[in-house]
């Protein structure tokens, strides 16, 4: 049953059959030659029995594609006439467009108090790592494909001596920057993190070269947009280019996750709407809503808000309290967090950030929607439990060997399409989970 289109599939029956080809005609001529030499043996000798069909049950393998092949202009698979759709698919890559900074970390026993000068804990404090939030979350993507998947980074270099390090950063890290700019009139973007015996950061970005954006070099980006996956987007960039390309992965039926960390600004309606995900801490959900968010309650009832003015799947992360998906219709899921390697929270820097690539990289791989949850909670995890941002983020084999170890008891539900009370309790069962009802008050095991 050859398919309409060139190269297309046809399904039938479990079995993919492409359009058939010279190549192909050849092929069926030689097996039914070799049918009919075996009629003509069968015959010879006397034998009665019916000749068996070939067994066509398996479907065709595809090889996985080497880092080399996917990050090539055209991957291998792709060249292939009569190429699986489902696998063209699978290869898609993951679109980062966002900030990139270099990051100043200094210890501090506390933050300094108004008109108060501290001294550093640490006389060595003071290096400078790459990160910002658009470049430690391309590059967690880059790491949790393995170089299954191509990520693709857009971002605005700055004129100074970081900009060649932060840029060898991302090459290093396997990130493709082909979609990059370089603004000859400004440094690179800066971020001075103050970091406190805890592990808890608190910090403030310099923009830089990160508001050299224009809507016209958004613009430019449509194709990359229409041929991912999936869209990160975070706010430390202008937010028209926000604007710009959540309009054109919505339009094109892409997720697009918007983490809310960044400036404080509000956000509009009409970005809302066009929001697959949209992920804000706590700080930010209080901030962006203006309403209490300390107990399990007020996290929902702000969460819904949101909702009401357009958003779809609100994602809150907690920090060690794990994380919050208030999806559309009332369902709620929520996740403890991962226990920290080593059991110490040294930099928090890059764990949000890693959390939401890791979110993002399951999403795409079509993972069930409590098991991209916990990823991505194994991947803050390992992040917090390393300094710098960048530097910290972890691999994928470091997760996977992480994700066993997480409590059983993390709230999970919802598998893409499948956001009906029965599809997330199919989804918590199959994850030994449990679930809040529509209400998010009440909770329940299943």
Same mark, same amino acid.
């Given at each position: 049953?050859?398919?309409?289109? #060139?190269?297309?599939?046809?399904?039938?029956?479990?079995?993919?059959?492409?359009?058939?080809?010279?190549?192909?005609?050849?092929?069926?001529?030689?097996?039914?030659?070799?049918?009919?030499?075996?009629?003509?043996?069968? /015959?010879?000798?006397?034998?009665?029995?019916?000749?068996? &069909?070939?067994?066509?049950?398996?479907?065709?393998?595809?090889?996985?594609?080497?880092?080399?092949?996917?990050?090539?202009?055209?991957?291998?698979?792709?060249?292939?006439?009569?190429?699986?759709?489902?696998?063209?698919?699978?290869? +898609?890559?993951?679109?980062?467009?966002?900030?990139?900074?270099?990051?100043?970390?200094?210890?501090?026993?506390?933050?300094?108090? +108004?008109?108060?000068?501290?001294?550093?804990?640490?006389?060595?404090?003071?290096?400078?790592?790459?990160?910002? +939030?658009?470049?430690?979350?391309?590059?967690?993507?880059?790491?949790?494909?393995?170089?299954?998947?191509?990520?693709?980074?857009?971002?605005?270099f700055g004129n100074d001596a970081h900009a060649s390090m932060l840029e060898k950063a991302m090459v290093d890290n396997g990130v493709d920057v082909s979609l990059c700019g370089h603004d000859d009139k400004r440094p690179s973007g800066q971020g001075y993190v103050l970091l406190e015996d805890d592990g808890a950061v608190s910090s403030?970005?310099?923009?830089?070269?990160?508001?050299?954006?224009?809507?016209? /070099?958004?613009?430019?980006?449509?194709?990359?947009?229409?041929?991912?996956?999936?869209?990160?987007?975070?706010?430390?960039?202008?937010?028209?280019?926000? #604007?710009?390309?959540?309009?054109?992965?919505?339009d094109a039926e892409i997720p697009v996750i918007q983490d809310i960390g960044g400036e404080d600004r509000p956000i509009s309606d009409a970005l809302l709407k066009l929001l697959t995900y949209i992920s804000p801490n706590l700080t930010e959900l209080r901030r962006l809503t203006g309403m209490p968010a300390e107990s399990e309650a007020?996290?929902?009832?702000?969460?819904?808000?949101?909702?009401?003015?357009?958003?779809?799947?609100?994602?809150?992360?907690?920090?060690?309290?794990?994380?919050?998906?208030?999806?559309?219709?009332?369902?709620?899921?929520?996740?403890?967090?991962?226990?920290?390697?080593?059991?110490?929270?040294?930099?928090?820097?890059?764990?949000?950030?890693?959390?939401?690539?890791?979110?993002?990289?399951?999403?795409?791989?079509?993972?069930?929607?409590? #098991?991209?949850?916990?990823?991505?909670?194994?991947?803050?995890?390992?992040?917090? /439990?390393?300094?710098?941002?960048? &530097?910290?983020?972890?691999?994928?084999? #470091?997760?996977?060997?992480?994700?066993?170890?997480?409590?059983?008891?993390?709230?999970?539900?919802?598998?893409?399409?499948?956001?009906?009370?029965?599809?997330?309790?199919?989804?918590?069962?199959?994850?030994?989970?449990?679930?809040?009802?529509?209400?998010?008050?009440?909770?329940?095991?299943?």
């Amino acid at each position: 049953h050859p398919s309409k289109q #060139e190269g297309g599939l046809c399904v039938e029956k479990g079995l993919q059959v492409g359009e058939v080809s010279m190549t192909a005609m050849r092929c069926a001529l030689l097996l039914l030659g070799i049918a009919s030499l075996a009629l003509v043996s069968s /015959s010879s000798l006397g034998a009665r029995q019916r000749i068996q &069909p070939l067994s066509l049950g398996a479907r065709p393998h595809f090889p996985k594609l080497t880092t080399k092949e996917t990050q090539c202009g055209k991957p291998l698979i792709q060249r292939l006439r009569g190429g699986s759709d489902a696998v063209k698919e699978a290869q +898609k890559p993951l679109l980062v467009v966002g900030s990139v900074n270099v990051d100043i970390i200094i210890e501090v026993d506390r933050l300094p108090k +108004k008109d108060e000068t501290i001294v550093a804990r640490n006389p060595n404090t003071g290096s400078a790592v790459p990160g910002g +939030k658009g470049a430690n979350q391309a590059v967690a993507a880059s790491r949790l494909t393995d170089g299954s998947r191509q990520v693709l980074f857009a971002c605005q270099f700055g004129n100074d001596a970081h900009a060649s390090m932060l840029e060898k950063a991302m090459v290093d890290n396997g990130v493709d920057v082909s979609l990059c700019g370089h603004d000859d009139k400004r440094p690179s973007g800066q971020g001075y993190v103050l970091l406190e015996d805890d592990g808890a950061v608190s910090s403030v970005v310099v923009g830089g070269a990160n508001v050299a954006w224009t809507a016209e /070099s958004a613009h430019a980006l449509r194709d990359a947009v229409v041929g991912s996956s999936a869209v990160l987007l975070q706010r430390e960039i202008p937010e028209v280019v926000n #604007e710009i390309i959540a309009k054109y992965a919505h339009d094109a039926e892409i997720p697009v996750i918007q983490d809310i960390g960044g400036e404080d600004r509000p956000i509009s309606d009409a970005l809302l709407k066009l929001l697959t995900y949209i992920s804000p801490n706590l700080t930010e959900l209080r901030r962006l809503t203006g309403m209490p968010a300390e107990s399990e309650a007020e996290i929902i009832t702000a969460a819904k808000s949101l909702q009401a003015r357009g958003a779809h799947n609100v994602l809150v992360t907690l920090g060690e309290r794990g994380s919050i998906l208030v999806q559309p219709g009332g369902i709620v899921v929520r996740q403890l967090c991962c226990a920290v390697p080593g059991g110490r929270v040294l930099d928090a820097t890059g764990a949000g950030d890693a959390f939401r690539a890791a979110f993002a990289v399951a999403l795409v791989e079509k993972h069930p929607l409590g #098991e991209c949850l916990r990823f991505a909670s194994a991947a803050g995890a390992v992040a917090a /439990s390393r300094l710098g941002a960048v &530097p910290s983020l972890p691999s994928r084999a #470091e997760c996977a060997a992480l994700m066993p170890a997480a409590p059983v008891e993390h709230i999970r539900g919802g598998i893409p399409g499948k956001n009906t009370p029965e599809g997330v309790a199919e989804a918590g069962r199959s994850c030994g989970a449990k679930v809040l009802g529509h209400s998010g008050v009440g909770m329940h095991s299943v």
